[in-house]
Structures are given as C-alpha cells and as structure tokens.
C-alpha cells in the first residue's frame, strides 16, 4: 500500500509541475495540456484520471493557487474573441481600401490580390485560433474558480 501512495504522490506531484510549467507557458501549451489532462471532451483519458487531476488541483498549496487561478483568468481574457470582433471589421475595411490603393499606384491587380489575400489570411488564422482557443480557456477558468480548495 505504501508503494501505491509513493505512485500516486509522485505522479501528483509530476502533474502539479506540468501545470505549473504549462502557465508559465504559450497559450497553446496550456491549451494542449487542457485538453490533454482536463478536458472531458478532448482528453484521451478516462473519466477517472480527470477526476483524479481535479482532485489534485484541489489539494494546491496557496501560491499555486493564486497562480492557477490568476493564469486562467489571462488565458480566458486574451482569447475571448468578442475582444477582436470590432478590429477585425476595421481591418477588412482597411483591406479593401488597401487593395484599391494598391491597385491604383501599381496598377497590377495581381500584385493587389496578392497582398490582400496573405494580410486576409493572416487575420483569418488569428480569429481561428482566438475562436479554437477560447472554450478551453473557459472550462478552465471555470474549473479553477469552483473548485473548493482543501485548506
């Protein structure tokens, strides 16, 4: 019994250390571990293990937690897409207008659809990914914020 106590308290503490290594990390990091270690609909674990890791989250001590929850509240603010909405329909407008200028002083529609599409896409992969990012970030701030911490 005391080996399987060993076992689980290493591999606790292995999972506090990757979610603490995750926060400091990209949100992609923390996404993939998420997604990875937390999240019911993406993860390839059990109903089990998640539990298990929730169950660790709760047992954090109080610096860890201050950290988890305040990182999960930046994760979920610098993805919330209705944050770009606006600036995004100002840039398409800009796109448009820049595609026209471009068409006026070099007179080469190719040269304008070409700038126009690699500055369309760019912006394009960047709502696509605030949108893919986003629920994540939700689940988790919501995860961190409910959890009853064990004192």
């Known amino acids: 019994m005391t080996e399987l106590n060993q076992t689980n308290s290493s591999d606790q503490n292995i ?17 993939k571990f998420i997604d990875k270690q937390l999240y019911i609909k993406k993860s390839p674990f059990g109903i089990e293990s998640i539990n298990n890791n929730i169950d660790v989250l709760k047992n954090l001590n109080p610096t860890q937690q201050a950290l988890i929850i305040g990182r999960a509240a930046d994760f ?13 329909i100002a840039l398409f407008g800009s796109i448009i207008s820049l595609y026209k200028l471009l ?49």
């Open 15 to 31: 999972f506090i250390s990757d979610l603490i290594e995750a926060t400091r990390g990209k949100d992609q990091v923390l996404k």
């Open 76 to 88: 979920k603010e610098s993805n919330d897409p209705s944050k770009y909405f606006p600036v995004i």
């Open 103 to 151: 068409d006026e002083f070099t007179g080469t529609v190719i040269f304008s659809f070409i700038v126009t599409l690699v500055v369309s896409v760019y912006l394009t992969s960047l709502m696509i990914r605030a949108f893919s990012t986003y629920p994540t970030a939700v689940y988790f701030h919501s995860l961190v914020t409910n959890i009853k911490f064990e004192k």
